[in-house]
């Protein structure tokens, strides 16, 4: 292809890129969520350089400059950022799959995606943690070059990152158990290359020495980076063009599930029953699957961080943030979409009286079910003397007594269809009113409690939120009553919007 129209045709694919939000049908409805999203991107944003700020002047009074405790602790950066692209990157297939009409070769296609998955955005968002602590920890031992090299080289280390994601995301596609891999990989990494003999930590030093070497523009270090990354980007070059063609020859499996009765809950009437339907959705529906996945995958991280390290000892709102952060993650995901699940059956759910609010009833227990997840996560900062046991339990009575009947209000409004079996990162389905009402539900609670905190202290917010609590808890049978009405009064618009969106 000559390299003119080769140009030509990753300009063009560039730019149905970038044109490719304004496509979804539910632009319109989203440009709230995009509005949120970069507020959500900016507060991220400046918490990274607040760490990056902080991490300086923690290590800078240790034995080593503080950039080589940065540098030997790559394998941890090389973990969060792995998991954390879950969320964000997609595989180049399901962007292929869309231009096989067309007159462009297969093999353009996959590299131009593969080479601009190197080049994405994401690979940058780092830069808000490594440019403040560089700018304070390198320009005086190596100058402005030397610091030039240093961030360079931490984003090589992020493109590489990328790939390693892309290799292990595609093979999930095929079997969950794939998983395991990276997991094994990286406990091995970490246990044999730091702890298991700390005389040699072979792995801590050897991370150090190569980003010295970035600061220093050493060429063996570029030779080291395309050695590993060339192999990588060939495999993934092979497992997405087989992609490919799965992706377009797929046809719709019927997968066979074991039959759990779930005998227990049949002494609860109907109730029982949509207990059951709530359970069965979680563990078979994509979406939903996906939300509890990722809700517990943050709290587990942000209790581990909290409870095992003095990242956030000086920090006292930050205290606040993960105690409540942990207790309304998980509501927060799910009731944000409260009824947008029964859209796909919505009809059927309408042909008996009060189906409704056994259904509401059901999800609200279901929800407190949920919360013994963060109770045990919270047993981590419990035990190790981070916060005490009053305050976990305010925070966990709050959370059902405040938090999710300000979310079930949703319940009444809420009139997209959600499909049960769409990826999470395509969804797209969030309107201006629910992105307004997940966040006052996620940061309402935490400026109560650090506002209690700072005027009184840790006790005295702690009774406050369990007062709130328990109140909002015992009187459930009233507001769900409330809300139900309310949505009965709606219900022809609603099921009509749900509808539409399927």
Aim: overall charge positive; charged content about 15%.
């Amino acid at each position: 292809m000559e390299l003119s129209k080769a140009w030509l045709l990753y300009q063009i694919v560039a730019h149905h890129q970038r044109l490719q939000a304004r496509r979804h049908v539910m632009f319109e409805r989203n440009r709230a969520m995009k509005i949120f999203g970069y507020i959500f991107v900016a507060f991220w944003a400046v918490y990274l350089i607040l760490l990056g700020v902080s991490a300086y002047g923690l290590f800078s009074d240790r034995a080593l400059e503080a950039f080589d405790w940065i540098d030997g602790g790559m394998i941890w950066f090389l973990i969060l950022d792995f998991f954390s692209r879950f969320a964000m990157q997609e595989t180049p297939a399901q962007n292929i799959k869309q231009y096989k009409l067309q007159n462009i070769p297969t093999v353009f296609l996959l590299h131009t995606f593969l080479l601009r998955m190197g080049l994405q955005p994401y690979n940058f968002f780092w830069a808000f943690f490594f440019v403040p602590f560089g700018l304070m920890a390198i320009p005086q031992f190596y100058g402005f070059w030397g610091l030039v090299g240093y961030i360079g080289g931490w984003w090589l280390v992020f493109v590489w990152n990328s790939y390693w994601y892309l290799l292990w995301r595609t093979l999930l596609n095929r079997n969950y158990l794939f998983l395991a891999v990276p997991v094994i990989i990286y406990v091995a990494l970490a246990y044999f290359g730091i702890f298991f003999n700390e005389e040699n930590q072979w792995l801590f030093n050897g991370t150090i020495r190569l980003m010295r070497g970035f600061c220093q523009w050493h060429p063996l270090c570029l030779v080291i980076f395309f050695a590993m990354s060339t192999p990588l980007y060939i495999i993934n070059y092979k497992l997405q063009k087989v992609a490919i063609y799965v992706e377009i020859a797929k046809t719709e499996e019927v997968k066979t599930f074991k039959t759990h009765n779930m005998t227990f809950l049949d002494g609860f009437g109907i109730i029982g029953e949509y207990l059951k339907l709530e359970l069965k959705s979680t563990m078979r529906n994509l979406v939903v699957r996906k939300q509890f996945i990722s809700g517990a995958l943050c709290m587990l991280m942000l209790c581990g961080l909290f409870s095992f390290t003095d990242v956030y000892d000086g920090m006292p709102f930050m205290r606040v943030f993960i105690c409540v952060y942990c207790f309304t993650c998980l509501g927060v995901m799910t009731l944000t979409t409260v009824m947008c699940a029964e859209g796909n059956y919505i009809d059927g759910l309408m042909v008996r009286k009060e189906t409704v609010l056994s259904l509401l009833k059901a999800k609200y227990y279901f929800q407190c079910i949920m919360l013994l997840v963060p109770s045990l996560f919270s047993l981590m900062p419990i035990i190790e003397g981070k916060i005490t046991v009053f305050t976990a339990l305010g925070c966990l009575l709050f959370a059902s007594g405040a938090v999710f009947p300000f979310l079930f209000q949703l319940a009444v409004y809420n009139d997209v269809t959600i499909h049960l079996n769409e990826k999470l990162t395509k969804s797209g389905r969030d309107t201006k009113v629910q992105m307004l009402m997940s966040g006052a539900a996620l940061f309402l609670p935490m400026l109560l409690m650090y506002t209690l905190v700072e005027c009184f202290n840790e006790d005295v917010a702690a009774t406050a939120m369990i007062t709130i609590g328990l109140i909002g808890t015992l009187l459930h049978p009233l507001w769900l009553n409330h809300i139900y009405k309310r949505f009965m009064k709606r219900r022809y618009q609603n099921m009509d919007g749900f509808r539409n969106s399927r």
